[in-house]
């Protein structure tokens, strides 16, 4: 089963088990996407090779499923196919397990068809890729009935409205109309997932008391306003306006896709809304404040299955991971007492956060001028990476990067900061997001290092440089594995130190504040998971351990809870990546360069964390072997 990263609902889906779309309607889509794979291609009449045949095989198995899921060709840009471009991806249980289904058939078929010994190294490191991928969907298959449906942290509701905002392009009354086909569907959308968690809950997999008035108050956001009640423009509504406005129709031609645009909103979309509402009230009445997945039906499985998905490694054990945590937390802190000494404060570790968390200096006013001066301080730190890049990295992404403030409407469910890749086709630049909601949540001191890991040299280097690539398969190209993604992410932030930046020993005290967090997630996933904390316990002990202020926390702790696992990867994933690092000094010495091993890890997609250990392993080899 192909795995793209999306934006909104079909990310959800994707994330909750489902996979791409039904219906095939692809003669015209299926020329433009086959233009896209251009590498492993032999020459007219030519005999294939083994290798060209695999890579034959990926592009008519991408093709296939991309066709299937009218979301994943709009997030990727492609909306040649107007029946296509006004429907949604079929998340019906009948379409995942079909999905699921297919996925496994095509692992089989690969593993019949193709000898593996006559393939090229990068083709064995494709297939082992792709059968990696189907071991995973069978381990999250067999627990897909121990997880949430939905939960704050994966809004598929406000990820629906996210995505037609975000990826629905309108440059065309056909592209108009589209778009209200779309917000005439929301209603079954809504609907399935609505049902799918009363299901669920009727089995015991709730979510804990926390989650459910987060969950209202994102749906409320998305119904206020006109053309639901008199006031500013809702969100949607907003949107399709300005997107039309835009065409300069005639009058009559926009008077009436607006008024379909109103009709959908108020006659499909707000009813389902409030259904939604409804079924979070009757699970909120039976719900209870147990925090961890140990608490659902099969849950110890679950949650091996999570830390197996998260860390794209299945050697690790929960309790693995928290020791992991432990030791990591003890260096870090060691480092930061080293930045105390240097400013010279007297005082406790703990009394040096508290200083960190409240001090004036390190807060720009909770203000539209604030925010504002927020986001040109970020845009100046991508700009400067950018232009230091070329002495770390032989290949860098085309894509641009734009930063910008997470929109008002899905601020309550948005985190604190997030990446949107680029429109494959270039239309759309890659987005690194801020959450400014509450502007003491987002001290300056951290700022330097969150430009790094969000946007450059961190997601948008990872995510825009894998689909640029030629001659990779494109599943391999548009896969995402978190150990991967977050785990490079957060190496960079460590990077930036190498590149010169940090030059505020308070700015430095940020990234490591930013590394102990993510040390203390593998403590504190694991403690509410396996050794069954409480919310509370993991909130005392992140505020014991990080300079993170409680409203920050809070959140963060309220995340892991409903969403088990993810939060390890970081950690995991810069860990290895770091371990490939000192490896490679060590065995090449003077003749390690940056640039070519930030090639052999970026330029072969989102690899999972073993293949990227034989990638590096290999150029290593090529590099001593001359």
Excluded: C
């Amino acid at each position: 089963m192909l795995k793209i990263l999306l934006s909104g609902a079909a990310a959800a889906a994707l994330l909750t088990g489902a996979s791409l779309a039904h219906e095939p309607h692809a003669p015209a889509f299926a020329a433009s996407v086959s233009a896209m794979q251009t590498g492993g291609q032999p020459a007219a009449g030519a005999e294939q090779t083994e290798t060209e045949r695999l890579n034959a095989w990926f592009q008519e198995v991408f093709e296939d499923e991309i066709a299937r899921s009218p979301q994943s060709m709009t997030s990727l840009g492609m909306i040649s196919d107007l029946d296509a471009y006004g429907r949604w991806d079929d998340n019906s249980d009948a379409a995942i397990l079909a999905d699921f289904e297919r996925g496994q058939a095509r692992a089989r078929e690969m593993r019949e068809t193709f000898d593996y010994e006559a393939l090229s190294a990068d083709a064995k490191l494709s297939y082992d890729f792709f059968a990696l991928q189907a071991e995973n969907d069978a381990r999250q298959h067999a627990v897909r009935d121990s997880r949430y449906a939905f939960s704050p942290m994966r809004d598929a509701v406000s990820g629906l409205v996210t995505f037609l905002i975000n990826n629905h392009r309108v440059e065309s009354e056909a592209h108009a109309r589209a778009y209200v086909r779309r917000l005439e569907g929301m209603d079954a959308q809504i609907d399935i997932l609505t049902r799918r968690a009363l299901e669920r809950a009727e089995n015991g997999v709730r979510l804990p008391l926390f989650a459910y008035p987060r969950l209202d108050a994102g749906a409320a956001a998305l119904i206020s306003g006109y053309p639901y009640a008199e006031g500013e423009n809702s969100a949607l509504y907003a949107d399709f306006k300005e997107k039309v406005e835009a065409l300069e129709l005639d009058a009559d031609t926009e008077a009436a896709l607006l008024a379909g645009a109103r009709a959908a909103l108020t006659e499909e979309f707000e009813p389902a809304v409030q259904r939604y509402r409804a079924a979070l009230d009757e699970m909120e009445a039976e719900a209870d404040d147990r925090a961890g997945i140990w608490k659902l039906p099969d849950g110890e499985t679950a949650y091996a299955a999570s830390l197996a998905q998260f860390t794209t490694r299945t050697d690790l054990s929960a309790e693995d991971v928290h020791q992991i945590g432990l030791a990591e937390v003890a260096r870090i802190h060691a480092e930061m007492r080293s930045i105390m000494d240097e400013v010279g404060f007297e005082g406790s570790l703990q009394d040096f956060f508290e200083f960190m968390r409240t001090d004036p200096q390190f807060q720009l006013p909770n203000t539209d001028e604030g925010r504002q001066e927020y986001l040109d301080r970020a845009t100046e730190v991508v700009d400067r990476v950018i232009a230091a890049a070329p002495a770390y990295f032989d290949t860098l992404p085309e894509a641009a990067i734009e930063v910008r403030k997470v929109e008002s409407w899905r601020e309550a469910t948005a985190t604190g900061a997030f990446y949107s890749r680029p429109a494959l086709d270039g239309s759309r630049p890659g987005y690194y997001y801020v959450n400014l909601a509450h502007m003491p949540d987002n001290p300056t001191y951290l700022l330097e290092s969150l430009s790094l890991h969000e946007g450059a040299p961190g997601h948008h280097f990872q995510v825009a440089l894998a689909q640029e690539l030629d001659d990779l398969p494109m599943f391999q190209k548009l896969a995402w594995n978190s150990a991967y993604g977050e785990g490079w992410a957060l190496y960079t932030e460590w990077l930036g130190k190498e590149m010169g930046f940090y030059e505020d020993p308070y700015s430095d005290f940020g990234r490591l504040s930013y590394e102990v967090f993510r040390a203390v997630r593998l403590v504190v996933d694991t403690g509410l998971h396996h050794h069954q904390w409480t919310r509370e316990e993991a909130i005392a002990y992140m505020l014991e351990n990080t300079p993170m202020t409680e409203g920050d926390i809070t959140p963060e702790v309220e995340r892991y809870i409903v969403w088990p696992g993810q939060a390890v990867s970081y950690k995991i994933g810069m860990l290895t990546i770091q371990d490939l690092l000192a490896r490679a000094r060590a065995e090449l010495g003077d003749d390690f360069v940056w640039g070519g091993f930030h090639d052999a890890v970026l330029t072969a997609g989102p690899l999972p964390l073993p293949l990227l250990e034989q990638r590096v392993d290999a150029w290593i080899a090529e590099v001593q072997a001359g």
